[in-house]
C-alpha cells in the first residue's frame, strides 16, 4: 500500500486530524449562505442542518450522553438497531438553528481536544463503539472516518469541493486499503487466481491491492504491494482507477458504481463486483 499524503501514522497525528476536519465543518457552517441548511445531501434524510446536527451529536454520544428517548421509527431511512440509536441523537437536536448546533459542535470540539492532547492513557480506556466493545483510541479513528465522510457529505450537497488531501482524507482512504484484501476475498467473492489493484489519482493519491488465494478451502485476500517478491505471483489483475473523491464516495456508500467515473484494465466482471462491494460503512 502507497498513500500521500500519509495517513496519521500516531496518537498526535491522528489527533490533528481530528482536530482539522472537525475545525473544516465548522468554518463550513460559519460560511453558509440563507436556505443552505434546508439543502438534501447524499445521507438519504437528511439535510445539510441534519449532517451538521449528526457531528455535533455522535461527538455527545462519544462524551458520554445517554441515548435520547425520542421516537425515530417514522424515518424510512433508519434501518438497523445502529442507525436507529444515531437517528434518535440527531432527532433529539431537530429544531436548533445552525448557530445553535455549530456552537455545541465547537464546545464538545474543544471539551475533547482538551482530553485528546492531556496525554496518552486516555486512549486505552475502554468504550462501546459502533461494531462493539473497543478503546477510546480506536473509536477516534472511526471517528476521523465519519467526520471526515460528512464533511464531504455537506461539501457536496453546498458544492464547495475540499478536504480531499487533508490528514483525515488520507486516514479514509487507509480505511478502505485496509479493507480492500476482504472486500475481494469475502464481500466481492472474487475467485482465486485474481488480483484487484486499486488506484487514486489525487488529490491523496495512492495504490492498494490484493490477491485472492485458496487456503484450506477458502478464499483469501492478501495484500498486495508489502515488499515482498511474491506480491502478484500468477494471478490475473484487473485495477480499478479513480479519484480520491469518487472512491471515497463508493466507500462511504454515497454513490452507486454505475454512476462513479472508474477506469477498468482488465476483467470487467470483477471490476463491477468489486465496485459493488466498496461501501465499508454500516
Known sequence: MTLHPPAPSDLGELVDAYAHTVRAVIDLGRTTRPGDESLPTDCPGWSVLDQFAHIASAEAMVAGEPQPDVDVSGHAHVRHAFGERIERYLESRRGRSLEEVLDELEERRDERLALYRSGTAWAQTPVAGPFGPTTLGALLGIRVFDIWMHEQDIREALGRPGGLDSGAAAHAVAQLF?????????????????????????????????????????????????????????????????????????????????????????????????????????
Open 178 to 282: 485496509a479493507a480492500l484484501p476482504r472486500i475481494v476475498a469475502k464481500t466481492a467473492a472474487i475467485e482465486p487466481g485474481n488480483a484487484v489493484v486499486l488506484d487514486l489519482t489525487g488529490p491523496t493519491t495512492g495504490r492498494a491491492g490484493a490477491r485472492v488465494e485458496e487456503h484450506d478451502g477458502r478464499a483469501v485476500g492478501v495484500p498486495l504491494f508489502t515488499g515482498g517478491a511474491e506480491d502478484h505471483g500468477d494471478a490475473v489483475a484487473t485495477s480499478l482507477t479513480m479519484s480520491t473523491q469518487v472512491a471515497t464516495r463508493l466507500a462511504g456508500g454515497r454513490r452507486r458504481p454505475q454512476d462513479a467515473h472508474v477506469v477498468v484494465h482488465g476483467d470487467d466482471t470483477v471490476a463491477r463486483r468489486v465496485l459493488a462491494a466498496l461501501t465499508i460503512t454500516p
